[in-house]
């Protein structure tokens, strides 16, 4: 299993990621408040501002501070990836 560093020391299961999306539209907004009506948002900002929502295979959504770009990038970069 294959880990992706996504900010402030988290990581997240590259094979887990179905999309990697911007908040800032209205539908994704909808969805991160219904992620956290129903518990299944995890935010690792730490109180800094949201700039991707990744979206897991099994319905989960976790916050980042990185951009999606940014994320995408470092599934590249070997250098991010951990096992």
């Not at 800032?24 to 909808?30: E, F, H, N, Q, V």
């Not at 900002?45 to 770009?69: M, Q």
């Amino acid at each position: 299993m294959y880990f992706i560093c996504i900010g402030h020391g988290n990581y997240v299961s590259i094979n887990r990621v179905v999309s990697i999306v911007y908040p800032d539209s209205a539908p994704i907004k909808r969805q991160i408040a219904r992620l956290r009506e129903e518990d299944r948002l995890v935010d690792v900002t730490c109180g800094k501002p949201t700039r991707a929502l990744i979206l897991l295979d099994d319905g989960r959504g976790v916050l980042s501070t990185l951009h999606p770009e940014t994320i995408a990038n470092r599934a590249d970069d070997k250098s991010y990836i951990r096992k």
